[in-house]
């Protein structure tokens, strides 16, 4: 129920930045008029030491952002889909407030990793979760 409702609260903030800038989509923005659907798949992951976690990919329209959900020490935290060279990143700057930084899940060829960032430094990582791997 929780996943819903964070699903739905993202949803709501883009509809919402689509009206503030004025909808249309050749300015890049979301026409709130236009028929929209949402989209999400679960995968449960386990990662090295048998740690569990659950990701909820969201989908906004055929070609709108893309978000993921993270279910893990029994919270819950929504991610953005960020810059990658290569696989699917999502990160946020907020994450749990025993590593002090936000949070980054990069999936790549069947694997993916959790880290924390270092402090404010999105360009320093530290591991959370490793080799974690869909449906094992």
Not at 27 to 46: E, L
Request: hydrophobic share 35%; glycine share 14%; charged share 10%.
């Amino acid at each position: 129920m929780k996943t819903r409702i964070l699903l739905l609260t993202a949803v709501a903030a883009l509809a919402g930045s689509a009206v503030a800038g004025g909808g249309s989509r050749a300015s890049g923005n979301i026409n709130p008029s236009a028929p929209t659907s949402v989209s999400s798949r679960t995968f449960h992951y386990t990662c090295d030491g048998g740690r569990k976690i659950s990701v909820s990919y969201v989908n906004y329209g055929a070609d709108g952002p893309l978000f993921a959900v993270l279910n893990w020490n029994g919270q819950q935290y929504g991610l953005a889909q960020a810059i990658s060279a290569s696989g699917a990143r999502y990160a946020s700057l907020y994450g749990p407030t025993v590593s002090g930084g936000g949070l980054e899940w990069w999936e790549h060829q069947g694997q993916a990793d959790l880290s924390t960032f270092v402090g404010t430094d999105t360009s320093s990582t530290r591991p959370l979760l490793t080799n974690c791997k869909p449906g094992r």
